[in-house]
């Protein structure tokens, strides 16, 4: 493998056949992809078609070693340029147990949003000591949880959470403050989280009030302040931005900022590396924060997406108006693709060193025009029973899966040498029917 620390690694020695853009492909594929004799894919090691065989399809798979080193780049390279630092995983991005447990392994701490991460969390084995509970809404009920289990830090949103707490602490419980940092991320507006009409946190000066309030009460323990300004944001300069902007909240002993770093999902985009973003966070924190502040990041998105394909079996080829090539997922476990606008792409990943001489529409079987999963995909003439591979859907695909037209939930597997492990079962119809018990039984 090429240079450890690049956002996106190309090893010279993998195939690049004329008549394909496989050469581009290694570059957003899983940094542990290959291609075998027989022109058959393989993701950490095995064989795409024998991993659909032996688990199915649709199918996350991820390359476990690529993930792991990928981590390691954000826990040691911030470690290295700020000591006084701490990682968190944002695990909205990827919550399933193996992902939390393999998150602590590796030496980050977790970001989690809600009731049912929090249990996530734990049932994976994660240290609360390590846990940081996020939301601009959260319940009484998810309160309680959080101090019962004994969360390191709850970021508060809002003066009514503030109320919650008074009614709620028994003993002294860490905070932090979201703040709004006022920076217009570029990028989708549903994944924009920092401009002053943003949903999350309060400004300036509503801030620096229930800082007052924090800071009066007996038993919050105020430490700093947090902000997020967005998702799948491909300019560092507008990190920077927002760590000179925090600045103005005042001087504290933490400052948390944020995630959102983009990933590389199409051939076209050009997407910072980790040094890159590193380097522009703690160049302007060094101007801009207090020395030896404790400083945290959150990257979620830019950990699991590359490490993340997801596998599907061709159900149905026509060649009409245009090339349809329809597979048997969809927006049912690719959201994204219809939520946000999110591009992809595509190999088929049985044929990969086979000429690619159409362009396809790659679509899901779920009933809406807007299950397309790739537009305009360079795919080698597809025919029924082939295997598309989904690249760079390591973030969000298993987070936003959903039922639509009675789906069921995909499996996930991790790769590693070779070897596969399965870590989420795939929902059976029994699954789908046991919450609808009370109307079965009536």
Not at 259 to 269: I, Q
Not at 349 to 362: F, S
Not at 405 to 425: H, M, S, T, Y
Request: glycine share 10%.
């Amino acid at each position: 493998m090429s240079d450890e620390h690049a956002g996106t690694t190309v090893d010279d020695a993998r195939p690049n056949p004329e008549g394909t853009r496989l050469g581009e492909l290694w570059s957003i594929l899983p940094e542990e992809s290959s291609v075998g004799p027989d022109g058959v894919l393989q993701i950490g090691g095995a064989p795409v078609t024998e991993l659909a065989q032996r688990f199915g399809t649709p199918l996350y798979v991820y390359d476990e070693t690529g993930l792991r080193r990928q981590i390691r780049r954000f826990v040691d390279g911030l470690r290295e340029r700020w000591p006084n630092s701490e990682v968190l995983f944002a695990s909205k991005s990827f919550p399933a147990v193996g992902m939390y447990r393999l998150a602590q392994e590796e030496g980050l701490s977790v970001d989690i949003a809600g009731g049912g991460e929090l249990r996530l969390a734990l049932a994976a084995g994660v240290d609360p000591a390590r846990l940081h509970f996020h939301g601009n809404a959260k319940s009484d009920a998810e309160l309680s949880m959080a101090l019962a289990a004994g969360v390191d830090t709850i970021i508060v949103d809002n003066e009514d959470e503030l109320d919650r707490l008074e009614r709620l602490l028994e003993r002294p419980q860490k905070l932090l403050l979201r703040v709004i940092p006022g920076v217009e991320a570029k990028t989708h507006a549903s994944q924009a989280t920092g401009g002053l009409d943003s949903k999350f946190g309060l400004p300036m000066d509503q801030a620096r009030r229930a800082i007052e309030r924090m800071r009066a009460h007996p038993l919050m323990e105020f430490e700093g302040v947090h902000l997020h300004i967005g998702s799948q944001i491909l300019d560092t300069a507008q990190f920077a931005e927002a760590v000179a902007k925090i600045s103005s909240a005042g001087s504290f002993s933490s400052y948390d900022v944020g995630g959102g770093l983009g990933v590389k999902y199409t051939y076209d985009e050009v997407a910072p590396g980790v040094d890159e973003y590193l380097d522009a966070i703690v160049t302007a924190a060094k101007a801009h924060l207090p020395e030896g502040a404790r400083l945290l990041i959150e990257p979620g998105r830019s950990i699991v997406a590359r490490a993340g394909v997801t596998l599907y079996e061709v159900t149905t080829v026509k060649r009409t108006g245009r090339v349809f090539v329809a597979v048997n997922g969809g927006l049912a476990d690719q959201l994204d693709a219809a939520l946000t606008g999110q591009r992809f792409e595509a190999v088929l990943g049985n044929r990969v060193l086979d000429p690619w001489t159409e362009t396809a529409q790659l679509v899901g079987r779920q009933c809406e025009s807007g299950d397309l999963l790739v537009d305009q995909a360079p795919l080698p003439a597809a025919r029924v029973g082939d295997l598309a591979v989904l690249a760079t859907t390591g973030a969000y695909g298993y987070t936003l899966a959903n039922n639509y037209n009675g789906a069921l939930k995909p499996a996930i597997v991790f790769v590693r040498n070779g070897e596969a492990r399965l870590v989420v079962r795939r929902e059976t119809y029994d699954d789908l029917l046991s919450t609808h018990a009370p109307a079965i039984e009536g």
